[in-house]
């Protein structure tokens, strides 16, 4: 069952339909980035995708892994540095296959996107740190919009064959920011941030709450 409208336009790709759609999205962005290999929405035990719709049209997507005795899909180049959180008695989660339209809103977009995503894997599966593998030259704006941390060199991502960093944020980071910014819709203290464009606080509780009454659970 597609839930729809989680949040100003953010659903649950939760049928093949969607998952399909999601798919054409990924594919298209990342052919056009010179990224190789397939990259297909599927059905996952461990993994939820958001989408994005603007006038019936699927113009954002992500998903959300969750770590399990497969492991992430970052382990396969960061496995050492994802480790230590993990023996830190940290619950572990990855951002992957995420992709927004050119004729999308991109900020209103992703930041839609990023908010349920966060809420899903804090609120609802109890995530402390939450990690991205991204291209070099994106690096320093999930650093400066959504306070990412850089681990280290690059590495090679063998899924896209392309450089990347991973980084890092922690769940409680992005709960504090979106409880002072969320909302506001403007540059607090003159400072770029994604956060101004998450939903209010008073928002964020009622979808938390929506989230964990969804009775499916990856």
Sequence with gaps: MTIPDLAQGIRLADTDEARF????LLGKMYAWR?????HRVEEHPHRVTLFATERG??????????DSAEGLQAD???KDVIDAYRMQGGRVCEITKLAIAPKANSRKTLASLCHVMFIYGHTKHRCTDVFIEVN????????????FRCLG???????VNAPGY???TSMDHV???IAELGGTGMRAGGERSLYPHFLSPSEADELAERLLNLKQTP
Aim: no cysteine; hydrophobic share 30%; proline share 2%.
């Design 57 to 66: 049209e699927t113009v954002g997507t992500v998903t959300l892994g969750f």
């Design 76 to 78: 396969a180049d960061f």
């Design 166 to 168: 991973l980084l890092w």
């Design 153 to 159: 060199e690059q590495r090679i991502n063998k899924r």
């Design 21 to 24: 759609s999601a798919s054409q």
């Design 175 to 177: 709960a504090q920011q």
């Design 136 to 147: 070099p030259r994106h690096r320093r704006y999930y650093e400066t919009m959504l306070g």
């Design 34 to 38: 010179g990224y190789t290999g397939t």
